[in-house]
């Protein structure tokens, strides 16, 4: 069973507009949570990443929460512009080793 | 800096033959892993080296093998290629950050097996 589970599976959305991407996750213990963009055919490239105390952490246009207790992180993008279209990863690192855990992604299409 | 490099960037294998994937990382990284990636599912652990001289299998290792060659290079090798393995190859490297450890990605090869 995945242990990150990100939501929705899709979006599209029209240039300037806002919009949030979920991560609910059941790693535990965990050490970090990344978010990851990954434009088409291109390697994922990180955007954030928190740990355990961490409640928020943002990058430009971009912002991430982390909720500990409700295992929830979420993406907020601000503004959005058509080079944001592309898939959002939510991946989980454990207390430890070296295995991270991927979500499946959030596939981002901003329009004119 | 190159970051982390990949050759080839596309392949078309039959199935029965065998190929080696290259990465090389110009960041003096330790630690480094190949991923597969495929439609609807997250990015799977094939293999890692923590270190020069040490590998590791990940989640899915089946019909793979790799060599850590030096600190730089990290190769992975399909001795009998098999349709299952059609994929998506992301080679990563990383290094320690407060709070945990940040990984880079490099592009990608894009694997057929017919």
Redesign the interface.
């Known amino acids: 069973k995945?242990q990150?589970e990100q939501s929705p599976q899709s979006l599209i959305i029209l240039e300037g507009k806002n919009c949030t991407l979920q991560c609910n996750y059941t790693v535990s213990p965990f050490?970090?949570l990344?978010w990851y963009k990954q434009d088409t055919?291109?390697?994922?490239?990180?955007l954030t990443?928190?740990?355990f105390s961490?409640n928020t952490k943002s990058n430009g246009r971009y912002t991430a929460t982390l909720d500990a207790d409700t295992k929830q992180s979420s993406l907020h993008i601000t503004a959005s512009q058509l080079s944001d279209s592309a898939s959002y990863?939510c991946v989980v690192?454990p207390g430890s080793g070296?295995?991270?855990?991927?979500?499946?992604?959030t596939s981002l299409l901003v329009t004119p | 800096n190159a970051g982390v490099t990949q050759t080839p960037k596309f392949q078309v294998l039959k199935t029965g033959q065998s190929m080696t994937l290259q990465c090389a990382q110009d960041m003096n990284h330790n630690s480094m892993y190949w991923y597969r990636q495929d439609p609807g599912m997250g990015l799977r652990l094939i293999y890692y080296s923590a270190s020069e001289g040490t590998t590791d299998k990940g989640e899915v290792p089946n019909g793979y093998n790799v060599s850590r060659l030096n600190k730089r290079e990290f190769s992975l090798r399909l001795e009998s290629a098999a349709p299952s393995q059609t994929s998506v190859y992301f080679c990563a490297s990383s290094e320690a950050i407060s709070g945990g450890w940040a990984q880079y990605f490099g592009p990608g090869t894009r694997l057929l097996v017919l």
């Open positions: 995945n990150v050490s970090n990344r055919g291109r390697g994922p490239v990180s990443i928190m740990t961490e990863i690192a070296y295995a991270l855990n991927f979500g499946k992604g």
